[in-house]
């Protein structure tokens, strides 16, 4: 039995997320129903973490057992044949028999853009939150550093049906960084791991600081634990991108 390790980068915008829901078109079922096809028989593909729906990945990483032979070259080029447009294998590559790509990944980047101009270009639409309005943007960059750090981010999550197992929502932020370029406004934040929208309200609550509706200092109570309430709102999915997985 092989254990293969791809990296997948897909457009969001058709599918309802990563995980696999009955009846949903998702990332992660298109993969194994592929992959599947190709082995002749049911494989599970196991991902380095859920994207939500509408959120696009550069990057993702994946892995799976199989039996066929196929070298990695050419299962790379019969997945493509057999995916939509919207997905495409970068790149295959054995690995270790107990390679799992959630469990062993060390850090993730994401990247949110905004565009900060009137009118966005059609091309741009599905991949930026367009937010045309007023933004003390110098504030907003200062307010992203604050976020580095280990931090507890209860906050900053949206209820999970992992709740259940009383899991830590403590997550340690390596960078967190904000600036412009031309038209947009990019937010990168890389981290050990992240909850169910956090970037995403992490976004919106720095979107918040420039609009002048909370201070540094309200920032800085939503990273406190038992804050009573909740961090954001989560901006749209559109503008969100898995950049990269770091093992």
């Not at 540094?216 to 961090?231: H, I, T």
């Amino acid at each position: 039995m092989r254990r293969i390790r791809i990296t997948v980068a897909y457009d969001g915008t058709e599918f309802n997320g990563w995980q696999v829901q009955p009846g949903l078109p998702t990332v992660q079922g298109w993969l194994e129903t592929v992959v599947s096809e190709i082995e002749g028989t049911e494989v599970q593909v196991h991902g380095s973490g859920r994207t939500d729906a509408g959120v696009h990945a550069l990057a993702q990483v994946a892995a799976f057992s199989l039996n066929n032979p196929i070298p990695c070259d050419n299962l790379r080029k019969a997945i493509n044949r057999l995916l939509p447009r919207s997905i495409r294998v970068t790149s295959v590559e054995e690995s270790g028999a107990d390679f799992h790509p959630r469990f062993q990944a060390k850090a993730k980047t994401y990247e949110y853009r905004i565009w900060r101009e009137e009118i966005c270009p059609p091309m741009r639409r599905l991949y930026v939150c367009c937010h045309p309005y007023p933004l003390d943007e110098a504030a907003l960059f200062d307010a992203a550093v604050l976020l580095e750090g280990e931090h507890d981010f209860t906050a900053f999550s949206a209820s999970d049906e992992k709740d259940e197992l009383g899991g830590s929502k403590v997550r340690c932020i390596f960078s967190s960084r904000a600036w412009r370029e031309g038209g947009e406004l990019v937010y990168r934040v890389r981290g050990s791991g992240f909850l169910k929208h956090m970037v995403r309200m992490m976004m919106g609550t720095l979107v918040e600081v420039g609009k002048g509706n909370l201070t540094r200092d309200d920032l800085l109570a939503r990273l406190e634990p038992g804050f009573a309430g909740k961090a954001g709102p989560a901006m749209p999915a559109s503008g969100l991108c898995l950049m990269s997985v770091e093992y």
